[in-house]
């Protein structure tokens, strides 16, 4: 009879825990947006409706940089935060899936002091004695440090920020390669990780990895279809995509707008005489300088040509002359090669200025007005901005 019951009970455990990651996988595949996976997958770690987990945190390995990342982090930041975010769920009905719709509908995860600390945190590969993190990339094991094993890490980063009475560290892999890692913990209702905690975190840590793999790609893939190959710019088509999205923010949200129409002063001289290799130099130089030297939130595009447009988001005419005088005197003082052959011996820029909704409300009016302007700088007698 106890065996019975038992078997009953374990077949039980195993309908739910399937339930569990099946949930949790259809809604990976929901999205091909990073962001959004990483919340999936913590969501999935820590909510009531997923493996329950207190608080967890994602790392990812940034190959290229030689580093592990935080990237996310999802839990309250004490009990008493704990008990309310619990009780408003409890109260709300909320199911996974409620709980993600929230994130998509308003696009962050709520922002706390422990989520900015985990983002900030960056950890190189190299760093491997005593650290959690690259120990769990380089070995690509699951670990569960317990009150008796976590001593030995005592000056691991993670775990004097943490402070963990014990914490699952489990590896994210794509094609036996680690490409992340995810820590879990119940700091504050003190529940014991138990096997079958740690190996349902690692079922859903196989199928974690394979989205992020397909999210990295998607972006890769998405990223060089909007790039300019020569200059490594946004092209053509996603500046019309951006300058629309932008304008309607602006309109929305009644925020200032501005766009450059930039254009080298003399271009064809250059090239007629150099040719076009020497010219393609030229080009991915000035996209170079033009991006190093705007700000983040700018968006610097080849518009075709010599001719490059930048988007200057909550920008108003004034700033964005400022900014455009700025980019033309810069210009105008970096050492190209073999520039000494134009008429003034220096390449230069014109720019023209537009704003919304003073110059036009639609993008097309602001990018013919922007081109208006260009050519009063070029018949200014060039190296000017107008607008």
Known sequence: ??????????????????????????????????????????????????????????????????????????????????????????????????????????????????????????????????NILTLGVLDGMPLLLTRETI??????????????????????????????????DNFITKKPISKDDLRMLIMLANQAGLAIENSRLFELTALRSHTDHLTDLWNHGYFQFLLQEEVEKSRVNQRPLSLLAVDIDDF???????????????????????????????????????????????????EAFVIAERLRQDVEKYKFMHEEILPNKKLTVSIGLATFDANGSTPSELISYADKALYQAKHKGKNNTCF
């Not at 691991?156 to 994210?172: F, K, R, S």
């Open 151 to 184: 001593q030995n890490y005592s000056a691991d980063p993670i775990v004097n920020l943490l402070h963990p009475e014990e914490i699952a560290v489990v590896p994210l892999k794509a094609k036996d390669k680690v490409n992340g890692i995810i820590l879990a």
């Open 268 to 318: 064809k001289v250059y090239n007629d005489s150099l040719g076009h290799q020497a010219g393609d130099t030229i080009l991915k130089d000035l996209a170079a300088l033009l991006k190093g030297y705007s700000r983040k939130m700018d968006y610097v595009c080849r518009y075709g040509g010599e001719e490059f447009m930048i988007i200057l988001p909550q920008t108003d005419k004034n």
């Open 1 to 130: 009879m106890e065996e019975t019951v038992k078997i009953s009970k374990d077949l039980e455990r195993a309908k739910l825990e399937l339930a569990i990651l099946y949930e949790i996988s259809n809604a990976m595949r929901t999205t091909l947006k990073l962001d959004e996976i990483l919340y999936i997958i913590l969501t999935g770690v820590t909510a009531h409706a997923g493996l329950g987990f207190n608080r967890a945190l994602l790392f990812l390995v940034n190959e290229k940089d030689g580093l592990i990342e935080g990237k996310m982090a999802i839990g309250p930041e004490t009990g008493s935060d704990a008990n309310r975010i619990w009780n408003q769920i409890e109260h709300q009905k909320m199911d996974l899936d409620d709980l993600i719709s929230v994130y998509k509908d308003s696009g962050h995860v709520h922002q706390s002091s422990f989520n900015d600390q985990i983002r900030h945190i960056k950890i190189p590969l190299k760093e491997q004695k005593g």
